[in-house]
């Protein structure tokens, strides 16, 4: 695959997305600078590596809500997978399974809760946006529960959201918004169907 850091990983993801949604991803609000802010931030964050303290397999192994899962390392709530990805969530939760770590789904997933939840096998949490309906929310949490996801996350920082650089134009907008769409009618369809019990 030739590539061993993760700015590699993003040039090959690059290659295979169209322009409108490698920017989608990659890009953030106004002058951008919380991602520069983000990424310096982790920059600054050194590993010490211990060194003459013996040999063997480092445990990185950690506990959290009931589950173990094999390192601190959790996949952050991110929206529309399916436009990436014909398996959209589903995948995303197959890797999860597959590293032994926690999946957060987002509320704006292109694929169902219990679709996820399944596919990880138990190792999703999902990811709310605080709705001013309160029975939209209790939907969610009810499907969340009965799926068998162990957390939510809830996400308070987006009352508003900030202007993206438009840069890729009118498509990606159209894009996002009928993908939107599509993932609120998937969810509320199977809202009905849960409620209805069919
Ligand atoms: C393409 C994209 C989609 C995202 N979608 C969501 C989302 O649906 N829900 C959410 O809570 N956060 C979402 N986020 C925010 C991420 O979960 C994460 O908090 C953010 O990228 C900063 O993380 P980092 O600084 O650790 O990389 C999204 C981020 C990106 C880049």
Redesign the pocket.
Known sequence: MGWIGLRDLEAEATKLLTPTIAD???GGSDDEVTVKE?EAA?SRISLVPRVLCGAGDPDLTIDLFGQRISMPVLI?????HRLVHDQGETATARAALATDTIMIM???STETIEKVAAASEGRTWL?L?LQPDLSVMESFVRRAEDSGCKAL?I?VD?PVFGSVNVMFAMDSLICLLVSFVRTFACHQMENRRVESGV
Request: aromatic share 22%; no cysteine; hydrophobic share 45%.
């Open positions: 989608y991803i990659a983000n982790y952050a709530p991110t929206a529309f987002s509320m704006a990811q946006y996350v996400t987006s």
